[in-house]
T-cell receptor, first 109, second 115 residues
Framework: GENVEQHPSTLSVQEGDSAVIKCTYS??????FPWYKQELGKRPQLIID?????GEKKDQRIAVTLNKTAKHFSLHITETQPEDSAVYFC????????FGQGTRLTINP | EAQVTQNPRYLITVTGKKLTVTCSQN?????MSWYRQDPGLGLRQIYY???????DKGDVPEGYKVSRKEKRNFPLILESPSPNQTSLYFC??????????????FGPGTRLTVT
């Protein structure tokens, strides 16, 4: 089955700096790659997703890049703000979804 | 308001006492799933359903049962709970007919403790 590895497990950045979280996956047939954000005590919420026919997608300060050859994809957050502090999960699949282990992102003022 | 609801939100029970966690969505979504969230392990899919009477195992189905008799409901059943099923459980739904085909809409979560 699909195996997803996410790094780093924790990330601390200064407000205004950029943050990058990376995930690798094992099944080359996978074609959908979402990212979810989970604030403390809340449910996960989709923040951005990408399909395998696209290499990069941006939504304001958030971007996702996909390298299908290397089987990895990354979340980029620019100009970080305190409200970006949360746990971020990558995932691979469609209705059968496999999540990464999560990255706790802390934005230091 | 479009939402996924779960009940109960918190539950403390004893080993072996059967329990059911209910999940309901009002968005007419075809797909529904159950996940458990444990520290350091992320979210792991227990079961998913692609429509009424269609269910399939996720990555960690052992010790759980599900049913999908109605489109809106997807209960999770623990026939004989054990302490290793202590976890935070999320129900989620999605629809291939929507503009965001596989976006999972999560419920608020159910924190289960088995002693």
């Amino acid at each position: 089955g699909e195996n997803v590895e996410q790094h780093p497990s924790t990330l601390s950045v200064q407000e205004g700096d950029s943050a990058v979280i990376k995930c690798t996956y094992s099944d080359s047939a996978s074609n959908y790659f979402p990212w979810y954000k989970q604030e403390l005590g809340k449910r996960p919420q989709l923040i951005i997703d990408i399909r395998s026919n696209v290499g990069e997608k941006k939504d304001q300060r958030i971007a996702v890049t996909l390298n299908k050859t290397a089987k990895h994809f990354s979340l980029h957050i620019t100009e970080t703000q305190p409200e970006d502090s949360a746990v971020y999960f990558c995932a691979v699949g469609a209705q059968k979804l496999v999540f990464g282990q999560g990255t706790r992102l802390t934005i230091n003022p | 308001e479009a939402q996924v609801t779960q009940n109960p939100r918190y539950l403390i029970t004893v080993t072996g006492k059967k329990l059911t966690v209910t999940c309901s969505q009002n968005m007419n979504h075809e797909y529904m799933s159950w996940y458990r969230q444990d520290p350091g392990l992320g979210l792991r899919q227990i079961y998913y359903s692609m429509n009424v009477e269609v269910t399939d195992k996720g990555d960690v189905p052992e010790g759980y049962k599900v049913s999908r008799k109605e489109k809106r409901n997807f209960p999770l059943i623990l026939e004989s709970p054990s302490p290793n099923q202590t976890s935070l459980y999320f129900c989620a739904s999605s629809s291939p007919a929507s503009g965001r085909a596989y976006e999972q809409y999560f419920g608020p979560g159910t924190r289960l403790t088995v002693t």
